[in-house]
């Protein structure tokens, strides 16, 4: 599985790119055969929080959310939204990754 994270621009309801916002973060991994998309973007409406989501087939299969208030960190510091949402993706990969490392190192059921 590749842990390499790729970025994609954040798009405002426009389409174009939305001003003072994190780039959102895209992988893809297998898990357990199965292709999945891990997508985590800053949303601001109606509350500033980040969001990540887990695809499988064009299905969210798991969705993680932090309110950024919650966190202690204001929606406008770039910096410190775009660590926390680093942190929260490269997170979610991981409990994916241990996920499969559990099943497949646990013993079959007869």
Known sequence: MNEKLSKCEHEGRTG???ENSAPGLNDNLEFL???LHV????IGFPTPRIVTEV???GRVVFSKK???AAQGFDSQEFAKVQELMRTQ???TI???QEKQK???GSPAIS
């Open 66 to 68: 932090n309110e950024l």
């Open 16 to 18: 174009e790119p939305a």
């Open 33 to 35: 055969g199965k292709q």
């Open 102 to 104: 559990q099943i497949l």
């Open 89 to 91: 993706h490269l997170q």
């Open 55 to 57: 695809f499988s087939n």
């Open 94 to 96: 991981r409990e994916i």
């Open 39 to 42: 997508q985590t973007e800053r």
